[in-house]
T-cell receptor
């Protein structure tokens, strides 16, 4: 069963515009959410995270929003740059990992292409 | 994240053979995590190890799969008697203690079972 869903396999935006990547989850027990970025032939790289006690976290051009009632989170990139072109994975942490965020469940990823 | 080294990058095995995947963590990292990405799916947690100790193997299949992280040398993920369904990308990540969410991932090993 896919507990973390990224329903858009790909997204294309113009340089300078906003990129919005979406993620839905089904397990209401998830308490910590993360976004990773992955370039071809590389492993995922941690980007930004958010705890379930917050609804927004911002880091430079990246902002993650969490809507717990809708079990939905999104990653906003403003302004988008060509170097942001990559696959973005949403991940959620199981609450059964003793507070250590390693037992992650990932979505399938969304390929973001930022056109110059 | 180039500091986490996985080898081989690609591994082809015939059904019934053994696959051994290696992961050398970043310098100073004592915690290792293995994830598997099946085709058309996201990464899924398999096992969490510290040196000479398995902390959590709840994501490991019950049979044929084992993992170790010896005092010296890389962490090894071992798959015995591989089947076609084991074909996947296997990622290793490492971190210092209590910083699992910021773990650095390796480039992965793509296992193909023919």
């Amino acid at each position: 069963d896919q507990q973390v869903k990224q329903n858009s396999p790909s997204l294309s935006v113009q340089e300078g515009r906003i990129s919005i990547l979406n993620c839905d989850y089904t397990n209401s027990m998830f308490d910590y959410f993360l976004w990773y970025k992955k370039y071809p032939a590389e492993g995922p790289t941690f980007l930004i995270s958010i705890s379930s006690i917050k609804d927004k976290n911002e880091d430079g051009r990246f902002t993650v929003f969490l809507n717990k009632s809708a079990k939905h989170l999104s990653l906003h990139i403003v302004p988008s740059q060509p170097g942001d072109s990559a696959v973005y994975f949403c991940a959620a942490n199981s609450p059964y990992s003793g507070g250590s965020n390693y037992k992650l469940t990932f979505g399938k990823g969304t390929l973001l292409t930022v056109n110059p | 994240n180039a500091g986490v080294m996985q080898n081989p990058r690609h591994l082809v095995r015939r059904r019934g053979q053994e696959a051994r995947l290696r992961c050398s963590p970043m310098k100073g990292h004592s915690h290792v995590y293995w994830y598997r990405q099946l085709p058309e799916e996201g990464l899924k947690f398999m096992v969490y190890l510290q040196k000479e100790n398995i902390i959590d193997e709840s994501g490991m299949p019950k049979e044929r799969f084992s993992a170790e992280f010896p005092k010296e040398g890389p962490s090894i993920l071992r798959i015995q008697q591989v089947v076609r369904g084991d074909s996947a990308a296997y990622f290793c990540a490492s971190s210092p203690p209590r910083e699992a969410e910021k773990a650095f991932f390796g480039q992965g090993t793509r296992l193909t079972v023919v």
